[in-house]
T-cell receptor, first 114, second 113 residues
Framework: KNQVEQSPQSLIILEGKNCTLQ??????????LRWYKQDTGRGPVSLTIMTFSENTKSNGRYTATLDADTKQSSLHITASQLSDSASYIC?????????????FGRGTSLIVHP | ETGVTQTPRHLVMGMTNKKSLKCEQHLGHNAMYWYKQSAKKPLELMFVYNFKEQTENNSVPSRFSPECPNSSHLFLHLHTLQPEDSALYLC????????????FGNGTRLTVT
């Protein structure tokens, strides 16, 4: 069964600090992995996409990594800001028969305090 | 503005009511989705439409009935719901293709009393 596990479930940090969120998956055959950010009261928004051949990708202060051998990804946030407070969701897509069927993690709730 | 608009934002309904959720996308996408988001649980895919044709029905109870009259509009008709159906219902759209991201609306917060 395809699964995506995220840790920690929640995280509280001080403004300006860095943090790293983890995602482990058992999705096969692997197609790609996305990180989404979901602000309170809003829908999720895509931050990055990682394909099998990519190890690292940055989007501003967000850097995602992918280790396809160990089936792990991380999202590193540098110099956190109050606006980074949100839920971060890891989503992994498989390609059975070419269909787009993403598997969602439960998300990590990040709170950034001033 | 996300490009995907959902109405209403909040809905409270009794178990005997009939209501509908509406979703409209302004992005020219050809696939639309309904997801259910409950507290502490991953997003659950409910329905998928590609080019107005339903391609996925993820074992959703018949009290949820989707309708897709065209590629830009998607409805979710609700009737005789249960309290456990209370959740955030998210609509999304995308271009057909593995690398295309989902573009979500801001959801309808549904409470069934």
């Amino acid at each position: 069964k395809n699964q995506v596990e995220q840790s920690p479930q929640s995280l509280i940090i001080l403004e300006g600090k860095n943090c790293t969120l983890q995602c482990n998956y058992t999705v096969s055959p692997f197609s790609n992995l996305r990180w989404y950010k979901q602000d309170t009261g809003r829908g999720p928004v895509s931050l990055t996409i990682m394909t099998f051949s990519e190890n690292t990708k940055s989007n501003g202060r967000y850097t995602a990594t992918l280790d396809a051998d160990t089936k792990q990804s991380s999202l590193h946030i540098t110099a956190s800001q109050l606006s980074d407070s949100a839920s971060y969701i890891c989503v992994v897509s498989a390609t059975p028969g070419g269909s787009y069927i993403p598997t969602f993690g439960r998300g990590t709730s990040l709170i950034v305090h001033p | 503005e996300t490009g995907v608009t959902q109405t209403p934002r909040h809905l409270v309904m009794g178990m005997t009511n009939k209501k509908s959720l509406k979703c409209e996308q302004h992005l020219g996408h050809n696939a639309m989705y309904w997801y259910k988001q409950s507290a502490k649980k991953p997003l659950e895919l409910m329905f998928v439409y590609n080019f107005k044709e339903q391609t996925e029905n993820n074992s959703v109870p018949s009290r949820f009935s989707p309708e897709c009259p065209n590629s830009s509009h998607l409805f979710l008709h609700l009737h005789t719901l249960q309290p456990e159906d209370s959740a955030l219902y998210l609509c999304a759209s995308s271009q057909t293709g593995i690398d295309s991201p989902l573009h979500f609306g801001n959801g309808t917060r549904l409470t069934v009393t």
